[in-house]
Structures are given as structure tokens and as C-alpha cells.
């Protein structure tokens, strides 16, 4: 049948249309082998790679990368007392782990930004320098007291004051010497003291000061060793011993007291103990008419000699 001029006719729509889903068909057919491709060519690449000996690691690397890090830093060589200028001397450097090292320390490398500045509190030897530890004016008065302490003065001369070693912001102990029951003993009243002063003097010197005659020393003392040194000075005589710059606050183990007897090795002899008695007996003499008295000891009477009768 015959249609009219322009027209589209229904077997030509029809074979389009098959034309359009046989393309898509091919194409959608075309994807998946592609993708089939890639897939076969990751799994035989996998393969090998698992098939592969494993990579044997480095002794030397791996026990590199076990080693903390470490960084240089500074301690006190020797203790450093509160108000001292630091030095380049008073430091060492130490290397100490990097994970362990407090933030505010002082490194080795900043050590010149600490040099001539001051301890705004003591130090202990071998203990680390940190950024509070440093200030940068002295204390206004080298005679800071704190709470519940207090400025004791005595007298010394070269022999008690041990030569003029003991400075300005040294550390003593206070000895005191004196007699007991007829015994001469020394004791330990107060350790680990800071000197104050010597003679008026605030400012340590690197050297000695030398003593030609007796002067004063004035201590750091607490309350309770202030009114010892003082009784102690007016029952005895008092000296100081010189404590080393390693040393702690620590108490000593030795005893306060050293006797005689401790210093020749030999225990001190008891004092004799008086017998009772077991009993006693008045009788007089026929000669001289004077009272007599016995004491029955360990079963025995015997002639008291020390009763004097009338």
C-alpha cells in the first residue's frame, strides 16, 4: 500500500531500532572483556608479587632504629647555692632521651644564654638545669630568710672557721664541744648549714679569706637550732666543719655525740653499783664504848667501816 510522500514507514522505525539494541549489545560485550582483561592481568601481577622471597632487613638499620634520641643537656657539676652568678665551670652537659627531657630544661646548646645570670634557688649537684632555676638580677639582700628561719652569728677564729674555706654560701655543720659528768664530748647541733657571712662580708670569693684573728660567721639557721647554737656558746665551744659541694641535705648515720671512749676504742667503765644490803646490826665496842654497825651480805655479817658512829 502506497503512503504519502514524507512519511516513515513501519518496517524502516522497526529495523532502527534493531540496529540501536544489536550496538549497545556489541558495546556492553566490548566493557566486559576489557574489564575481564584488566582483572586477570592484576591477579597474575599479585601473584608473582606474593611468590617473591620477602625482603630480609638490615641488622644495622634495625638496630639503629631502636636507639631514643637524645639531646645534650646541662647539670650542675656541683651544687649551686640560691643568689650565685653562673658560670660556664658550674655546668655539665649530659645526653638524656629525648622523650624523658622536661620541655623547660636548659640544652647544652643554650648554655650561653644562662651564663652570668643568677640561681633563683639552690641547685643540687647533678641535677638538671631548668629555665625557673635561672633569673636574671641577683636577690636583692644575700639575707633572705625564709619562713621559719633565722640569722645566727658566733664567733670563729682561723682554726674554728676552717681557715677561711667556709664562704659566703658555703654549707657547714655546727660542732659543739663541752664536758659532762667530768667527760669531755663533742656533738653535731645543727648540719648542712648555709654561711651568710664572714665579717660582715655578703660576696663569696672564688679563694679563701684568710683569718688572722677571730671574726663572725652568720648562719642560716631554723628557730630551733638558733636557741641550741646560742645555749651551746655559752656552755661550750662552738667550731664549724666545712660540707662538700656533692653533698645533700641528707642527715649523717654517725652519732651526735663522740665521746672520749669513741675515740680510743674502748667502752666507757660502768659506775659502781651500791650491794643492798641483806641486813643490818647495831652493837658497841667494849674497848672504846663506840657504836658499831654490821651488815649481813651473801649471808656473811661484816664491819661496816664507812659508819662513822658516836
Sequence with gaps: MATRFGAVSPAHTYATKVRWVVGCLVSVILVLAIAIVIIAQNTDASIDQSQQPAAVPNPAAASQGTLAPTIDVLVAASRIEEGARLEPHMFNAVPMDADKTPMAVVRAADRDTIVAKFAGRMINANMPIVRDDVVDSPPLTSF???????????????????????????????????????????????????????????????????????????????????????????????????????????????????????????????????????????????????????????????????????
Design 144 to 310: 633572705h630568710i625564709p619562713p621559719g628561719y633565722r640569722a645566727s652569728t658566733i664567733t670563729v677564729d682561723a682554726r674554728s672557721g676552717v681557715e677561711g674555706f667556709a664562704k659566703p654560701n658555703s654549707r657547714v655543720d655546727v660542732l659543739w664541744t663541752y664536758a659532762q659528768d667530768g667527760r669531755k664530748k663533742v656533738a653535731t647541733i645543727s648540719r648542712f648549714v648555709k654561711v651568710l657571712s664572714v665579717s660582715g662580708i655578703t660576696k663569696s670569693e672564688n679563694e679563701r679569706t684568710a683569718i688572722n684573728k677571730e671574726t663572725t660567721v652568720t648562719l642560716l639557721v631554723t628557730e630551733k637550732d638558733a636557741k641550741k647554737i646560742e645555749l651551746a656558746r655559752t656552755l661550750g665551744q662552738l667550731s664549724l666543719s666545712l660540707v662538700g659541694d656533692q653533698e645533700t641535705v641528707n642527715r649523717s648515720n654517725e652519732p651526735d655525740a663522740i665521746t672520749i671512749q669513741d675515740l680510743v676504742g674502748r667502752p666507757a667503765q660502768e659506775e659502781p653499783t651500791e650491794v643492798a644490803n641483806d641486813g643490818v646490826m647495831y652493837t658497841s665496842d667494849p674497848r672504846s664504848g663506840r657504836q658499831l654497825r654490821y651488815v649481813l651480805r651473801n649471808g656473811r655479817w661484816a664491819l661496816d667501816r664507812s659508819f662513822s658512829g658516836e
